[in-house]
């Protein structure tokens, strides 16, 4: 590992320990040449073996940044935090690389997405699904709303979504 502050390529591993999603190993190194420190992490490489099937049939290879991105165009200006976009990517992310081997459709991600994303903001739900479902009229949304209305929202998870809501 190239040291950031000399650029010498002669270091020591210091400590070793795995990460917060335990899908990563930080360790602390230190620089033989200039006995600065510093932190490097290591994390295994995915394939990109998996690839979308877009609605027209094209296949692109998958990309977590277009999850991200498409999640942080619903979430706007809401008040989520960013440690929940982040996690709600990843359980996506983790769910479709255990369930699909070669090919999911792109329609598949968008609903599990989806799913997750009414349970954390449900303006942040209905923005993703209009666009999702490319609503084109007040009535298509109009539906939707009645849908959401017709059916609960999930709130086992609220008081880990929202700490600082309080109950009444």
Do not use: W
Request: aromatic letters at 6%; charged letters at 40%.
């Amino acid at each position: 590992m190239r040291c950031p502050f000399c650029t010498a390529d002669n270091d020591k591993v210091i400590d070793s320990r795995p990460g917060e999603d335990g899908d990563t190993i930080r360790r602390r190194r230190e620089c033989i040449a200039c006995e600065k420190r510093f932190t490097t992490y290591e994390r295994y490489e995915r394939t990109a073996r998996l690839m979308v099937v877009k609605r027209d049939g094209t296949r692109v290879p998958y990309l977590a940044e277009s999850l991200t991105r498409g999640l942080h165009a619903a979430c706007g200006k809401r008040p989520i935090r960013e440690e929940d976009k982040e996690r709600l990517c990843r359980e996506v992310e983790e769910e479709i690389h255990r369930d699909f081997d070669r090919e999911v459709l792109s329609t598949e991600i968008g609903q599990r997405l989806a799913n997750k994303l009414r349970v954390l903001d449900p303006i942040a739900y209905i923005r993703f699904v209009s666009e999702h479902h490319g609503f084109s009229s007040i009535a298509e949304f109009a539906a939707e709303m009645a849908s959401m209305q017709s059916r609960p929202r999930p709130v086992a998870n609220e008081r880990d979504l929202f700490p600082d809501t309080k109950t009444k």
